[in-house]
Every structure is written in C-alpha cells, then in structure tokens.
C-alpha cells in the first residue's frame, strides 16, 4: 500500500530531488516535542488491549469522520459521561470503520492508518467491510506480542524524544516511574497550565486550590499563586524533564496589566465573579506572566489558541471534551500579541512558538511576527492542517518572509501513538517535495536544500525545544 | 478552441491518469440541482431571439468585465429600469463583446462561451473584431433551428435533471406547464424564501400578504405565518418537484429563540418597526425555523450567505439587482451557525448544504464543520469561484478535513443555458485533475480515484438532493 | 548562481512555453511607476559608498531577518535615533550577513541579492562566511568605478521610467536638479500626502502649517487646505512630473462627509483634539477628496492600506521608521470603500489602484470590486507579497475574476536600488510561468499568452499610470 514515493511530486525532474532529499531524512530519529500521548503506556509497559482500542476509540480524527456520515458514537464504543452502555465489541467497532474506509479518502487519517496498519503490523491489504476481520484478526495478534509493546514500538519508531503535556495538577508520577525504571526511552513532560490559568475552565477555583496544595504556596494571593506557578514549573523541569510550557487559548489575546489590576482580576476569577471578558484578559495576562517566568527559567512557550472548544453541546453532554467538536476560528495575532511582545519580544534567550488554526495569517501575521521578532518563532501546521496540503501551503505561505529558520521542525502533536512514524513520515516527504521544487525551479541549490531537509527534520525541533 | 486535454495538468503521469478518469466521467448525465435558469424557456420552448440576447445581455459574469473596462451598459443592451433606451441591435452588442474578448483571458466566462460556441453552434474561430459577425451570424442561423430550442437543448445538454429556483409566491405555472406538456425533461423548482423571510427584503410586508392570499393562512399572525410558509414549501413539492431550499442571506448568522421572541420581531417586521440589527436576528430565526420544517417535509437547505448585494448604488438605481455589483465579504460560520446546530446538528436525516464567497471558511470553519456534524455538508465552489483554480483551491482546502463525502457534487447555479454543459465539464475535469494528482503522488489509488470521479460527477448530488 | 530557467516550472511542456514567453518580454525596458528610491542618487550621481551601505543599512529586508534571530541592529550599523554609536566598519556589517545567508534561503531577498551580485557586480561565488570578504572586495572596488555610478546603472538596468514618492512638503529640489542637469534618465515623483493628512502622523499641525507656507494658502481653513493639496499637486505634476497620488493608510475606511462635517473634523485635527475614531474618518475623507481632486487633475490615485506601522515600540524608540517592524493585518474593503465609491466608483477616467497585504482579500474583494467598478484597478502583489509564491497566488486568485486587464503590471516598491532589476525580472519569470501553466493546461492559446505576458511587463504600467 505505501509507495516509496509517496507525496513526492510526479513531475521527474522534482521527484528525482524529492528521493535524493529525502533519503538524508527519512531514517533520522524522531524528536516530537509536543504531544499528548498517554505516559502511562511507557511507565507500564502493557500490551494494547485490541485494534479498536488502539485506532478508533481514542482517536477524534477517525471518529468524527464516521459520525459526521451518521455512524452514532456510541456504536464506535466512544465512552459515554453518564457511564451509559457503549458497544463494547471491538469487532464491530472495528467493521463500522471497515466498511466506512470510503469517507477517509484523500484524507491524512488514511495515510496515517495505512502507514501503520503497512509498518508497524505488516498488513498489505486494502482496509474494506471484506477485510475487516482478517486485518482485525492480524493486529490483534500482533498486540499480544511482546515486540509490540509500548516501549518495544517506541524504540522501534526511532524516537529519541517524546514530549507528553501535563496539568500543573498532575503529580507526574508516570514520568517518574519511567524514570525510575531505567528504561533509557526519554519522555517528557509539556506544562500546559489551562486548568489553573483559565478562571472559565471547569473547577478553576478547585484547581487553584490544588495548585497550592501540590506547591506549598498560597494561591488564595496573587503573590502566592505566582509562586506556586513558578514552583510547578521547576517540578516540571525536575521531574518531568519539561523544557516548554503549552498555552491553549481560545484566543492570541495578551495582557500587560499593572500588579495590582491583575490581582483584582485574579480576586474576581477565584471568587467566581469574573466576567467573560474580564477572564480573557485574565487569560492574556497570564501569557505574559508565563513569558516573564519563561525568562527567568527557560522553558520554551507554545501557543496554540483559536479552538472553538465543545462546539457540540450535545455531544459534550454526552460524551465529554475532546470528541471532534472542537472548530476553528479566524484568529488575529498582531493587536492580540502587543503586549506580550511590547514586553518580552526582543528578548533573544526567550523562544515563543506561535501556532494557528487560521492559515490566513501565516503570509499576513506569523511570517512577518516571527521574521521580525527575535522572541518568535512560528510553529508547524497544526491539527486540522498537519496534512500534506496543509503543510504545503504552511511552508508556501511563510518562508518567504519568516525563511526556514523562525520555523521549528515538526510537531506530531498526537494522542495516537502507532500515527506518530506515519506522521513524522509525511512531513519529512512534503518538506522534501517542497524543497525538491525549490531547487528544480533554481530557487535554491540542492546542497542547501539538504541541509534545510534535515534541519526541518532533526535539529530544528532539538534547537527550538532545547533539547 | 477545445482540446480534448484541457485542464489536465500537464506532467504526463498525471495526465494520463487525469484522462483514464475523466473517460469515466465526460458523458455522465447532468445533475444540476440548483440553479437560476428560467422554467418558461422549457415551458414555452420559445426560440431565444439572438446570439447577444443569448450570451450577453442576461449575464452579468459577462456584462460585469465589459462595464469594468469602461463599456456602458446601455451599450450592451442591459434594461433600465426607467424604460429609457438602450441598445437594441443585437449585433451592435455581440461586437462589444468580440472587441472586448481579449479582457476575458484566463477567465472562466471565457472557457464557458467558448466551449457553448464550439459544441452547442459549431464555431471553430475565436472570437474578435474580425470574426464577430461571422459568429453572430452562425448562432443567430442556429437559434432559428427546432434542434436549437430550449427542449431540444436540454436534451442534447444530457440533462438529467435542472432545478431552477422560485419564490414562495411564484404560482409555478411554468413548471406545472412543463408537467402537463408532457415532455419528459425534468425540470424542479427549489423553494427560496427570501423575499418573505428577509424583512428588509423590497416589499416585505405585501409579500408576506401575498404569502398568506397564496396559501390560504393569516398571514398576520406568527403561527398563521409559519403556517403558511408550510403550505407553500409542501406545495413547491407536490407541483414543482422540490427537494430543496434555498437562503440567500447576507451572513451566515442563525437564531435560536423563544417563540414568543420570535412572534415579536415578525410583529416588528410586519409594522415596518424593525432595526437592522432585529432584522438579522429574525433572518437567523427563519433559518432555524426552517431546519425545524425540513426535519418534517424532508426539504434540503442550501444556505448561500455572503454576498454584499447592489454594492453600486448607482447601477442598481439605473438597472436593477444583478447587474454584477454584488459583491463577496468575510464570513463567518462557527458562530453564526451555532444557535441552529445547537438545535438541528446533530440530526442525521437533515442535510442542510452551506455554500461560500469567502474561500478562508473552507479549511478553517467549513470542512471542520461538515467533518463532524451529521447534518452538514459543503456546497461546491460558488460564484465567483466557480472556475479551475477555485475549483482546485476547494478540493485542495476541504478534502483533508471533511473527505470527499461531506461534499455534494456540483452546482452549477447558472442563469446562462449555454453554459450549464460547460461548467459541469470544467467541474468534471477539475475533480480529474485533482484526483489524477492524489493518484500520481500515491495518496490514492486508481481505482479509489475513479469511484471518487463519478460520485463527485454524479452519484453525491443526486444522493445529497434527494432526487 | 542564476540559472536561465530559474523560477520557470520544471515540467518539461511548461517550462519550454515559459521560456518562449520570456524571450518576449526578458529584455524590456522597466517601467517602475512606484517605489521608494531615493531622487538624491541621481540628482549627485555620487558613488554609493560601499558595499554594506547599499545591501544592508538602508535594506530592511535584510536587516529584520538577521534581527529576527538575534544579530542586534546597531551591529549592522542602522542609525540610532539619539545618535549613538553603532559599527561603523561596513565589512564587518557585511560579514554578518554573509555569516548568517542561510537564513535568505527560499526568501525573495536570496533571490533579489543574488541577482544583484552576478548581474551586477559579476560575483560568481555563493556568498558566506568563507566568501564574505573576497565578495565585499569585489562589490567594493566597482562602486568605485564610474560604470557603477547611480546614473550608469539606471542605464544599464534599461529603466525607462522611475517613479520615487515624496511629501507635499518636499521641494522636489533632487527632481529639478535631474531635469536641469540634461540627462535624459526619466525619474518623476508621485504625491505622497500622508504627513498632512493624517491628524496622527507626527508633527501634522507643524506640517499642515508648512504646507500653507510652500503653497501660499491659508491652511487654518478647510477651503484654503483644500486649495493649498491641489496647489502641491499641481506642483508635483509641474516640476516631479507626478503622474499618481499614494496613501498609505492604515486601513481602507473612506467617507463621504458633507462639507461642515469635513470641516469640523479639520478643525479638530488642527487643534490636535480628534479622537482616535475621528482621525481615521478623516483619513477616509482625504480619500475622497484626493479622488475628486483626481478627477480634475488626472492622477492616478493608489491606496496602499493594512499595515501596522511601528510595531515594535522598542525598536521605534531606538532607531525610528521603517526598521522592519510594519506588519500586515486583516483588511476589509468591501464596506470601507464604499463611500469613496458611491462617490466615484463609476467614473471611467479615474483610475483607483488598490494594495493589499491581506492576502484573503485577493480573490473575495478585490478581484470583484476592480470586476465591476470602472474606477478601480488592482495593484500587484505588494510588499511582503512582492516574491514568487505572493505573485503566483496573486494570480491565481485575481485573474479568474478581474482577467489580466484590470491589473496594473508589476510595482517594485524598493527602495534598493540595484534590486529593481531582480524584482522585475521575476515578476516577468513568474508571470511567464503562471501563463505557460494556463497554455499548457489548454486554457489559453500562446499567441494570446505572449499578447498577456508583453501587457504585464510593460503596456499595462505604462497605461494605468497614464505614463
């Protein structure tokens, strides 16, 4: 099923390039530093229970796909909030996916599935209502083995690094005990602090409290709240082996507020009295904050706003977040970034990574940020746009003005783990592709054009993240 | 003019693939489920009078370039609305055109008319000063031909089936002739509600009295209203065939309100006492309100937003709508459309189609939309995007997210007759096109592709359209 | 460096009609009827100094990139505003270009410097850290030879007309001294009023005052401010030979204020007590009077809005105006125009070019506005759009709509002058190659391509600027 060259151009002249181009990349080890793989697979080490399990419960790129043509969550074996029943077979799981292959045609969720069904578990038959089972019933098999373990896929996946994301709240415990066990795999933590950032995530008032539980802070005081932030941070860095912290707002706002009108906004978000719009600012002001501490303790910033979250509200009820619901919007960086970048943006040992949903603003506002700024860098396509068009148009729209170098390398950013190869894999080859053009229209020579592959691929990521 | 690989890229793999799928496709019959041709040229199966009555006079994409350019359109025989002179030689027109073909260069206007002037009247020159009443004279020879009237056409065209749109206040007489004519061409209505839902539609409140004379209700009350929108909707079914509705709204926004809310502002509407800014809301309410009716009758929505409409004051003064001065804005969807998919997203047995002028929706908001909610699907390339690269930017911007099969096919949503075989060619070979690249960069295989081809041609419109 | 076919496609079938098209056009003479040069070079006819003084201190091209990832300002040698001290030594300013070259890769400013390099100064060598010094020396000793004085270079660039830009305020002293000196190089200016009509510019009072005095009108009153622009262009167009106004405004708000409106906003301004909100409705308003002033006067009038000057406060303070801090940001001109063209939108002998950074606008606003209103014309790709990717999406999101003709042909915009050369020629290369596409794909014939590719290079500038 995987051509050797795939997503390379079909033109001669380019392919030929995209080969020579991507046969320095394509065995690199993978960096991924930023994810949301679980970490517990690596500190257990247990075998995954069956393919529905691994391909389709947990992935909203597949399952949202099969619901929007009609096929119930429920019968995907999508886990209910209620706890209510939910097709438990994973079997017919598995079929409703089968016979529904169709719908993901010219789709990255079907690149990705076949690279791993093809790589990872050497099935070499088109997925179809005809062949689901066998190919049930083969990686299945597979999944008892002990080479197909987690730690066993993620050193046969060549990665060198993976970065997990975590609350403040969490205690990291699956991150010590994977260091404690003396695998020698290197999984990180990400500190994304939304639940104690964000006075309209659900619980903040508990969260906070937890938050000062968990440093020994007072996070009743805007003072104290700083410092048990600053406190969660160093466990991270310590603990977790943390080099950047994660920010998913629904928008780029900032703030720079005065210490006492952020206390007052903090006062009004503990005691639950905060307005929407009082919140967003809080929310802004809190990137600054992040920023200022990013200065004092290095950890990289990453920037992912622009989600419309739980668009569903039925779906949400029924089935919680994260459940392909979540939609996004046209999102404006150059008045939302002000003040953060009045600021810190001509700091050179602060590394920001700008990410969008909006590709409207990467020729407009990210390329002319990040070429400017020298705290800015621009982040991969992301999510909806971690596609071969997507990407395309990502490195067509920004390296004129931001180059490669205000970029970072890729970001699988997945919570599957048998995508990550496939997708490291196709970014390697649309880079490739679009250097192989570059070079075929003598728009670049071709040793510089392999040196700008592996950057992309390798060293990129390890730089920007610190790694 | 026409070679028989236009618009097939030019990289010989993929040409060769793009003319293995089109061979599947060239010669199906044509859906063409909305549109603005007029039902009396089938009805009455009148000869059209001339070739500028024909190609130039009633199309704006064609009169719009001219006046652009400084041409008059008194001068191309465009109706005032006064009644006062305009060009009435038709010859004298047609030249304008010829003089003028040059400005149409690399413009889909141009690709249609020649493509109608080569199959439909045999013209083998280009058009220009030179030739102009060479091919005057060859149409004009034709038109007078039984072979070239409208039944005629529609025959040879390999129309399958046309919808042309009608308000809820059209008796239908034309389409009722068609049926008792018993000719066999299928000719339907779609249901367009705009002038009595919109309240600042040109003579709202005698339209909603007209509603409630047609059908029977009091129009006077909310319920009677309702009712009476009802009525009209199972009567656009039964005598015109309708499968479908149609919005024509300046935005995208919807409302979900109390019914005593909604009673309120139609109380407004009806007084003449609306502001604006109620008059969007009770716009965004009558869309809910006919989801609501859809879930019963069965009804498809389309919802066309978007268009700034008689942008130019004094052609709209001079000559009235449509006269090329509408113009596309920004559109937003996530939250325009949330009141409405709150209530009706989630249904399966609903399809409501959004269409664009706003191509940044298309990776960002529409295909994240209709690639989770049931109810949803993604227009085709609208308007002014109606052409090859728009074609190409949609499928390129829309596949990743929402497949293929969050799609409809194609519309081809023409008043022009002629072009209705050009542009569903142009559709067709531009599917090719793209597919052909998804094949030659190994992202799809052949015969994925080729199923793909034909559901894009045929098989999604029918099913999407109910017909 | 510069291969023959760069920037043509590599697919053999296109690339050999592309070079076809270029043998028409490569060797025309340049028309750059807007840019920022300066007037003095050619007034003096004196050596540029050196090598780092004509690439990199006045470039901010270059110079943001390096900025962007750490090299500090001051060590490439841009002023400070206070005066203070910054590397004086222009190898060492050149040095840190050269180290740092690979961050150009894949940008236009590669690509610009390139050309300039060979072309120019005959270097052969990619420049480096290793090639820096040998290249500076080989620059440096031809700026002291008279075949590279500026006037020998307009020559040899075969430009046949330059258009820089000045205030209403500059004495034109550098375009007198051209005309008096006898050389037959045509360096016009263009009226560029933004210090007197945009109440927030620095110093507005104390220009509008200095405009009174070169103008000998009373410039307290609305009627003699009126009097005393028209005076300036009259000026412009007498001595700098204007043949076009430009506004870089922030946005594209126009208005249409009744005479007492406009002059109590004037008032205000004069004052310095308008409001944020008044002083845009009167930049919008200046539109509009500069528009009727053009209908007097036959300027032609170009709208340059949507960027957010002086981002950066901190690089404002220190080293002033454009230092590569402008960013682009979302513009809309569907609304903000309309005034401007209820008023004059149908005038045929006016003629309006609009820019854009928003890059979304192409194929939604623009492309349809300059479609239907005889006034209107779309500018090219400007600015960081001014690059093969930006003129390719140009057009192919203007041209389905607008056609070629309503375009203007290419801008340089620079303000370094040896790369108006590079940046013409691939304008015309990409030109070339986006019409080699359309013949090669069948969608137009090359005896009309090469009409097209002769048109953009050379007639349509000539034209629109009424040169």
Request: glycine share 8%; net charge negative.
């Amino acid at each position: 099923m995987l051509h050797p060259d795939r997503l390379f151009p079909s033109d001669p002249t380019q392919r030929d390039i995209a080969r020579r181009l991507y046969a320095e990349v394509g065995h690199l080890p993978i960096i991924s530093p930023h994810g949301h793989t679980d970490p517990s697979w690596f500190a257990k080490n247990e075998a995954f229970p069956n393919p529905a399990a691994l391909f389709v419960v947990p992935d909203h790129y597949a399952f949202r796909m099969l619901y929007s043509q009609g096929v119930a969550l429920e019968s995907l074996g999508v886990p209910r909030t209620d706890g209510g029943a939910v097709e438990s077979d994973p079997r017919k799981i598995w079929r409703q996916l089968a016979q529904n292959w169709h719908l993901f045609r010219g789709t990255p969720t079907r690149m990705w599935l076949d690279h791993a069904f093809e790589t990872v578990f050497g099935v070499t038959e088109r997925l179809s209502g005809a062949s689901a089972d066998r190919i049930f019933d083969q990686i299945d098999a597979c999944l008892q083995k002990p080479e197909f373990l987690p730690r066993a896929l993620f050193e046969r996946f060549n990665i060198e690094l993976l970065a997990t994301t975590e609350s403040p709240l969490d205690t990291l415990e699956h991150h010590r005990a994977i260091r404690e066990s003396g695998w020698k795999g290197r999984v990180i933590t990400a500190f994304r602090p939304d639940p104690v950032v964000d006075p309209e995530f659900e619980g903040f008032q508990a969260n906070v409290e937890r938050l000062g539980a968990l440093s020994g802070e007072n996070t009743g005081t805007w003072a104290g709240y700083l410092a048990a932030l600053r406190n969660r941070r160093q466990y991270f860095k310590e603990v977790g082996g943390a080099t950047s912290t994660d920010h998913g707002h629904a928008t780029a706002t900032t703030a720079d507020l005065s210490d006492a009108d952020a206390e007052r906004l903090f006062e009004k978000a503990l005691r639950g009295t905060i307005t929407a719009a009082e919140a967003e600012i809080f929310r802004g002001q809190m990137l600054t904050e992040m920023a200022k501490m990013s200065l004092d303790d290095g950890l990289v910033m990453q920037i992912h706003p622009g989600s419309f979250r739980n668009h569903n509200p039925g779906v949400f009820e029924r089935f919680g977040r994260d459940k392909g619901a979540d939609i996004p919007t046209g999102t404006e960086y150059v008045r939302a970034l002000k003040p953060l970048l009045d600021r810190v943006g001509n700091e050179r040992d602060l590394t920001i990574i700008l990410f969008t949903l909006d590709e409207t603003s990467y020729a407009r506002e990210l390329a002319p940020l990040a070429g400017h700024y020298p705290a800015l860098r621009v982040g991969p396509a992301w999510w909806f746009h971690d596609s071969p068009e997507g990407m395309r148009r990502y490195r067509e729209m920004i390296t004129e003005t931001a180059g490669f170098y205000n970029t970072v390398g890729f970001n699988d950013d997945t919570r599957a783990f048998c995508s990550i190869p496939a997708r490291h894999d196709v970014a390697r080859r649309v880079d490739c592709a679009f250097l192989a053009r570059l070079v075929a229209e003598h728009r670049l020579e071709e040793d510089e054009a392999a040196e700008v592959a592996v950057d992309l691929a390798y060293t990129l990521a390890k730089k920007a993240y610190k790694l």
